[in-house]
């Protein structure tokens, strides 16, 4: 129930609000959608989740600035970069600061 004191949500945090809740597949309590500070905590709550949801195994392969300096150390040194090292950033970065 709202109170008489409490402020009624902007039309973009209720817009928000529903993205949210439609991209979780969830649904908005009737007590929160009509009080600003309580649809500001739901939100930070669902966004949370949202954050998490749409995170991505990082691709740990090597960039293409890494491979293309790499492949310049290696024709001006007349050596070939290893394969494993495409596949690994790290491994990348490594070779690379050995054969400067």
Known sequence: ?????SLPPTP???DYARAIATKLGTAIPA???HDRAALSGWIGEH???LKVRSQKPRDNRATSKQVAFAERIARAK???VPDECFRDAGM???WISSNR
């Open 78 to 80: 007349r050596r070939s």
């Open 47 to 49: 966004q949370a989740r």
């Open 12 to 14: 973009k945090q209720t």
């Open 1 to 5: 129930m709202a109170y008489a004191n």
């Open 92 to 94: 990348m970065s490594a």
């Open 31 to 33: 007590d929160v959608i």
